[in-house]
């Protein structure tokens, strides 16, 4: 219940901040508008495609713990380190005790979605270990103090004007709203961070079964740098990663880059196999890969909501949500937003909590329509609604309501006494409903439609 | 039973029961529109229409000699700071062709400390490949002297040979040079360091390398 009454609290809030649906809307449009181009641009046939993508998936779903071990085995023969973890405690457990082998004090970071998930910089904060985010999205919303907005470009609700004044006064840069000198400032600011850190941590886009190799996609360079400078290199990655092939990836990129930035394919795709092998010039000494289950398995057991876990997370979906477009990336509370989020965090984090998310949709369907890999998300939301509802034995006047509606439906002649108590009863509404002011009663008709046909027939 | 175990056991008594997922062929470019083949002429210039889309620069070379001349020039470009070269035959070869090079670059040394770059303004590598098709560049850490040279320094040069450029990606990733060669790291490169972060307004050199500039020598390497 506080998760639902803080959603729409906060949705009420965003909804009527003009600011807020500007800066929104501008970046979702350029977004969706570069996706569009590109798609038309470079696929021959986009629908051909996104099927053949999910298709991929669905093996490598199907094939799952297969792929998992093959991946396990090849990576670990180049002398990278694998570990499983089954939740959240598990995952920063195993981080800590590498901060601890090492001696570790810093750390940087490149932007992954699944330490968001585990809230891994608020817990080593905590223990005393800096964090550095290196993405810029991901530094403003760091220094910011606040959590990513939308999990491609995390500080998209950000005016330029707010990220001059943050950067000036937490970072001391000098008093500039030109995006060209924030980001030199960012670069400058970073440079150090990459050559002193202990250890660098990434997240992956893909896990390369045959080849054992971890794939890491951006734009910025700030993942190469983290995998190239400090003498750890730690990689956090959700269990539903896996491609069967590295040709694979021939499709996965760009399929990838068109959905989330309208680029035919990113700037840097960094495929990488293990840690400095002997004979190379440089390199971290160790790398370890820590697969993340977290609620993953229980979701991979439900037939019917396996297939969210296609998602390569290119939030194409949120930029495509009108709801998402309206409330904005906080008002969610979770780290994955917008419709796949309303999906899966239900299943992984509890329906009871997170319920409420499934009617977080218009149903409309455009997230279905972009999704590069078909996951049928607006009939996914529904099948939650309807878990939800059957899970939520506690609401009884919604029970009560919807058999009433059932009962009342079920024969036109009870629909047509219905009605006439309606109209007697119409007075009442405006009172009944008086405690929520968006609603307008509209008024009902006079003569329902079947009484104006009789009427015709009769007079005819 | 570890944690390991554990994850595998529940995946797998959750698999689907019916195991009717076959894996589709290898991608082969066929769901791309701009898929070019043909002769190498006009891949090269697919890529070099594509890697300047990409603010990338794009010079040819007609044999190794003229190369030596082209590199010059950019030297000559690059504000203050030395190149740092990847120390490989073919580079140190091409190198060797124009005299007023010698005092222009250093080779990579076997081991560089990370602040050591800082002194440098570009870095010279070779490629694996060329991909018409994106306009992009693919090294191995194993063929392009390490991780940081082509993305620690502000520029990347990168010098190929024509024999080196394929249609597309998937080319490129079954090639024997990827799948049975041991490496640790490989990565795609489209462009320069670029974001847009802020108001999606386009800014170059966000944190890799402001400068991407292709020499390409018309021979086979
Ligand atoms: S559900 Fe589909 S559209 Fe949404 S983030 Fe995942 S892959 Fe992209």
């Not at chain 1, 330490?115 to 993405?135: P, Y």
């Not at chain 1, 500039?176 to 992956?204: C, N, V």
């Not at chain 1, 009962?407 to 219905?418: C, G, P, T, V």
Request: charged share 25%; glycine share 6%.
């Amino acid at each position: 219940m506080k998760e639902l009454k803080g959603f729409l609290q906060r949705s009420e809030v965003k909804a009527k901040d003009d600011v807020h649906r500007e800066t929104i809307m501008k970046a979702v449009v350029s977004l969706d508008t570069a996706a569009a181009q590109t798609k038309s641009m470079q696929f021959d046939d986009w629908q051909q495609a996104r099927q053949e993508a999910a298709k991929i998936k669905d093996y490598a779903l199907a094939n799952l713990p297969d792929l998992l071990e093959q991946f396990e085995q090849k990576i670990s023969a180049r002398g990278a380190k694998v570990l499983w973890a089954e939740n959240v405690e598990q995952a920063r457990t195993y981080f800590m005790d590498i901060v601890r082998e090492r001696n570790a004090k810093k750390v940087v970071k490149s932007k992954s979605m699944i330490t968001e998930e585990i809230e891994l910089n608020e817990f080593l904060e905590h223990a005393g270990i800096e964090v550095l985010e290196s993405d810029l999205g991901e530094l403003i919303v760091q220094v910011a103090n606040e959590k990513p907005y939308h999990i491609i470009t995390p500080a998209i609700h950000k005016t330029k004007e707010d990220i001059a004044k943050i950067f000036h006064e937490r970072l001391g840069a000098p008093l500039t709203d030109s995006p060209q000198e924030l980001t030199m400032f960012a670069r400058a600011h970073l440079r150090k961070a990459y050559l002193s850190a202990d250890i660098g941590i990434t997240g992956a886009n893909f896990l390369i079964a045959d080849r054992g190799a971890i794939v890491m996609t951006e734009n910025e360079g700030n993942g190469r740098l983290t995998m190239a400078c400090p003498p750890v290199h730690v990689v956090f990655c959700g269990i539903e990663k896996v491609l069967p092939r590295m040709a694979d990836l021939s499709l996965f990129l760009p399929l990838l880059a068109t959905s989330a930035t309208g680029q035919q394919i990113s700037c840097y795709n960094s495929i990488t196999a293990g840690p400095r092998q002997s004979g190379e010039p440089d390199g971290p000494e160790q790398m370890y890969v820590i697969l993340v289950d977290n609620g993953r398995s229980d979701l991979y057991a439900k037939a019917t909501f396996r297939h969210s876990l296609r998602c390569i997370r290119c939030g194409a979906c949120l930029n495509a949500c009108p709801v998402y477009r309206t409330v904005g990336g906080h008002t969610y509370n979770t780290a994955y937003q917008g419709p796949i989020g309303s999906v899966i965090t239900p299943h992984l984090r509890g329906l009871a909590k997170w319920g409420h998310l499934s009617s977080a949709s218009s149903l409309c369907g455009s997230c279905t329509d972009v999704c590069p890999v078909n996951i049928d998300l607006h009939h996914l939301l529904l099948k939650n609604r309807a878990e939800a509802n059957k899970a939520d034995k506690g609401n009884k006047t919604w029970a009560a309501g919807m058999k009433s509606w059932a009962y009342i439906m079920s024969d036109r002649k009870k629909l047509q006494r219905f009605r006439r108590l309606g109209r007697l009863g119409e007075p009442l509404l405006p009172i009944l409903l008086s405690g929520d002011k968006r609603q307008r009663v509209p008024a009902m008709a006079k003569k329902s439609f079947a009484e104006l046909w009789e009427e015709n027939e009769q007079s005819r | 039973m570890n944690s390991r175990d554990k994850i595998l056991q529940k995946l797998r008594s959750g698999m689907p029961q019916s195991q009717t997922e076959e894996l589709p062929l290898q991608p082969d470019g066929n769901y791309f529109k701009d898929l070019r083949e043909g002769a190498v002429d006009e891949l090269i210039s697919q890529f070099a229409e594509k890697l300047r889309a990409l603010s990338g620069e794009f010079f040819v070379a007609e044999n190794e000699k003229e190369a030596a001349s082209l590199l010059l020039e950019i030297f000559d470009t690059i504000d203050d700071g030395a190149c740092l070269a990847q120390p490989h035959e073919s580079i140190a070869r091409v190198l060797a062709l124009n005299e007023k090079l010698a005092d222009r670059f250093e080779m990579l040394p076997g081991e560089l400390d990370g602040d050591l770059f800082a002194e440098y303004a570009a870095g010279l590598s070779t490629v694996d490949f060329l991909i018409a098709r994106t306009g992009s560049i693919v090294l191995r850490n194993i063929g392009a002297g390490g991780r940081r040279l082509s993305v620690l320094p502000p520029v990347h040069i990168a010098l190929a040979w024509q024999n080196q450029i394929v249609p597309s990606l998937d080319a490129a990733l079954q090639a024997e040079l990827i799948t049975d060669s041991e490496w640790s790291y490989a990565t795609i490169i489209s462009g320069p360091s670029r974001t847009a972060d802020i108001q999606k307004n386009l800014v170059l050199g966000a944190h890799g390398p402001k400068q991407l500039i292709v020499v390409l020598i018309k021979k086979d390497r």
